[in-house]
């Protein structure tokens, strides 16, 4: 007899795993809650709220180097979705890293000005935004530097290059009109 008709076939997919992650994420259990994340991201490679959350556990368990090189490459695989502004903005309020979060959240925020993460910003870091012009410059050329200063020591530096080009030109301008100056 054939009793394996019997059998329900039981669909361990991504979001089995994200789900038992959350799970063991709740239970304090890190080290399984990592494993499961790992696999849910191994099985749907671009859903990130997998993704997001692996790294921000990552973070918690003092891996936040890791977490960041995860994020930035994948921020990059994905042609500078807007998405990664935010992720990254997370990342770093959970490494306690408040220039960048502020940064990386800026430039979500110009990429998406209707998500009223601006506000959430302005209260958490207790600022009051006098120049938004100034901001999202400053925001824009720091992030840029970071993502460059990522590829380049990662010998990636023709994509280093190509990210260049893609910042405003009087961003692009300003190392040379300082070195002018000297």
Excluded: C, W
Excluded at 131 to 160: P, S
Aim: no cysteine; aromatic share 12%; charged share 25%.
């Amino acid at each position: 007899m054939n009793d394996n008709r019997k059998v329900i076939p039981f669909n361990q997919g991504g979001e089995f795993h994200f789900n038992q992650g959350m799970k063991k994420s709740g239970q304090n259990n890190k080290h399984d809650a990592l494993r499961s994340f790992q696999k849910a991201i191994e099985l749907e490679g671009n859903n990130l709220a997998y993704l997001s959350q692996y790294a921000y556990l990552l973070a918690e368990v003092g891996r936040g180097t890791e977490a960041e090189h995860i994020l930035i490459n994948e921020f990059i695989q994905h042609q500078y979705d807007a998405e990664f502004y935010f992720i990254l903005s997370q990342l770093y309020i959970i490494m306690n890293d408040p220039n960048k979060a502020f940064l990386f959240g800026v430039q979500y925020v110009k990429h998406e000005p209707d998500s009223g993460y601006d506000e959430e910003l302005e209260n958490m870091f207790e600022v009051s935004i006098d120049d938004e012009e100034e901001v999202e410059k400053e925001a824009v050329r720091f992030t840029g530097q970071h993502l460059f200063q990522h590829l380049f020591m990662n010998a990636r530096i023709e994509e280093a290059l190509e990210l260049l080009s893609t910042l405003p030109v009087d961003i692009q301008e300003e190392r040379e009109r300082s070195e002018e100056h000297t």
